[in-house]
């Protein structure tokens, strides 16, 4: 694939299931690098005729020793620093936290290409949640359902400009 796209956000919003909704059975590899990236996974995800390399983000499981915070941000920033695309995902039952903040900080400061989705919006979720996403500065925000897979043609819609 020649794009590659970073799925970043907090713990819990989602990330994964999204990950593993567009990988399906294709996981290409798990990355297992001490100290930074333990958990990171990538595969070749597909959504329509589009065809990406996709890099999965975590962060907090295995962080065991050293500075949680330190290991979160760098995980994040190497799969930000790498990425042609990201996608900002927040979850749109909870509303904004602080680790949403502290995220959104460093894809901003990337000056990276991003696509804001706010996951858990299946049903009618989220219509509160898209004025207090929109204050991260990420732009409008797209409803998605990573579980129920709603939205994604939103979201191949937002991605088919990176091809
Ligand atoms: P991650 O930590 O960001 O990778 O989040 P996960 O993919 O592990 O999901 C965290 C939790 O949110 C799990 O319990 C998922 O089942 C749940 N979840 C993920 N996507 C959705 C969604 O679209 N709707 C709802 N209601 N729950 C979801
Ligand atoms: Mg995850």
Known sequence: ?????????????????????????RLALVDDQPGVT??????????????????????????????????????????????DVVLFMVDARAGLTADDERFADLVRRSARPVILVANKAEGRAASTMAYEAYSLGLGDPMPISSEHGEGLGDLYDALVPFF
């Open 1 to 25: 694939p020649r794009i590659t796209v970073a799925v970043v956000g907090r713990p819990n919003v989602g990330k994964s299931t999204l990950f593993n909704r567009l990988v399906g059975k």
């Open 38 to 83: 333990r958990d990171r996974r990538e595969g070749e995800g597909h959504l329509g005729d589009l065809v990406f390399r996709i890099v999965d983000t975590a962060g907090l499981e295995h962080a065991a020793d050293g500075s949680l915070q330190a290991r979160m941000r760098a995980q994040t920033e190497a799969a930000i620093a790498e990425a």
